[in-house]
């Protein structure tokens, strides 16, 4: 069974730190490209990062750059987000997900096949 599960949120004061975890089963992640995308209440969902599976090149939004580091765990079939200097405006519902179609980082949110069901985060004092 094909499946994507994300862990590792939860309620953080601003400038806190999270990681979260995508553990993937049945089916090979580091063979795919993996984005992470963020939806808080109310907005659209948007794309945080990507890691191609070429090359391990990471891509990060202008609004979490410098801040986010996504990485690959191939031996634990995991890729991860650590997440530091966290902000209000970072509260939402996290999700990973694999583009099976592709290694790099060159598809849009729609190409994304598999999904996880996502973790909150919530940035608060």
């Known amino acids: 069974q094909v499946q994507l599960v994300e862990s590792g949120g939860g309620l953080v004061q601003p400038g806190g730190s999270l990681r979260l975890s995508c553990q993937a089963s049945g089916f090979i992640l580091g063979y795919y490209a993996v984005g992470w995308f963020r939806q808080a209440p109310g907005k659209e969902r948007e794309g945080v990062s990507c890691?191609?599976?070429?090359?391990?090149?990471?891509y990060y939004a202008d609004y979490v750059k410098g801040r986010f580091t996504v990485s690959r765990d191939n031996d634990e079939n995991t890729v991860s987000l650590q997440m530091n200097n966290l902000k209000p405006e970072d509260t939402a519902v996290y999700y990973c997900?694999?583009?099976?179609?592709?290694?790099?980082?060159?598809?849009?949110?729609?190409?994304?096949?598999?999904w996880g069901q996502g973790t909150q985060v919530t940035v608060s004092s």
């Open positions: 890691i191609s599976s070429s090359d391990g090149k990471a």
């Open positions: 997900a694999a583009d099976i179609d592709r290694q790099d980082c060159i598809g849009t949110m729609a190409t994304y096949d598999y």
